[in-house]
């Protein structure tokens, strides 16, 4: 929770700063989105090309800012409802989060967004070793020397269903646990280290939730993310309440056409 805390600051900091201290696309193009689908594509960058089709603003500034949902307030209708295609090139291969950072930029050069931080009180996760004990294995991989047909260092995810990575650090853990989850998630475990994942479960499964016990409700069903994390990790997810650290929308424009 505390690195993803210092995390925002810094990235609110870029905020005051000018733009062009901070890495920008060489090349980038805004335009809305007039075909009328429903589908949309936010992939991660690849070989210095950032890609995203069909998308709003709102769903551009929570991958900028690698924000959960509850984390950005003020969009109104038009951030949500008009879609945008964005282009941009970047020199080289910059790292996906430069690439972020590059993309506030973007962001506030063509639809001049404007935001300012608060820490509010909403429901969290916090993340804690289950009481059979820990399931999953430490790694004794070394990235370096392994054929690349599971992600070594982070996560492949596939289908919103199954998770599977080599070498995985507890914070990349938590950052994925938060993104399926749609909550913040705090880590408890007092684990270190790095370790192999394998995790499947049910998405269509419903997550019942006691909020008023915090925990995985008696008639949860089978197969569910909560299920799965404690009976194949030896971890569990509880709901508390927690400062979060959130963006506030104060003002944005639509972009002109370029």
């Not at 430069?98 to 993340?127: A, C, G, N, W």
Request: hydrophobic fraction near 40%; charge should be neutral.
């Amino acid at each position: 929770m505390l690195k993803l805390c210092l995390a925002l600051a810094l990235s609110l900091a870029g905020i005051s700063q000018q733009t062009a201290a901070r890495p920008a696309f060489e090349v980038a193009s805004v335009k809305p989105n007039d075909s009328g689908l429903r589908g949309y594509s936010l992939p991660p960058p690849k070989s210095g090309r950032y890609t995203a089709t069909n998308v709003s603003l709102r769903s551009l500034i929570l991958y900028a800012y690698h924000l959960q949902d509850e984390q950005l307030i003020g969009t109104n209708g038009w951030m949500l409802s008009v879609p945008y295609d964005v282009e941009a090139k970047a020199e080289g291969s910059p790292a996906e989060p430069r690439v972020r950072l590059m993309l506030q930029v973007l962001l506030e050069d063509r639809f001049k967004l404007k935001m300012h931080p608060e820490q509010r009180q909403l429901s969290i996760y916090t993340l804690r070793v289950a009481k059979k004990g820990l399931q999953m294995q430490r790694s004794n991989v070394d990235c370096a020397t392994v054929a690349p047909t599971v992600p070594c260092g982070g996560f492949q995810l596939f289908q919103r269903r199954q998770l599977t990575g080599r070498n995985v650090p507890m914070d990349e853990l938590v950052d994925v646990l938060s993104m399926l989850s749609g909550r913040m998630v705090a880590d408890k475990t007092g684990l270190s280290g790095n370790y192999d994942i394998k995790l499947e479960w049910n998405p269509e499964q419903n997550l019942a939730f006691s909020a008023e016990a915090g925990v995985a409700a008696p008639d949860a069903p089978q197969g569910s993310l909560f299920t799965a994390l404690e009976e194949q990790l030896g971890l569990r997810l509880q709901s508390e309440k927690g400062s979060v650290p959130v963006f506030v929308i104060d003002t944005a424009e639509k972009p002109a056409q370029n």
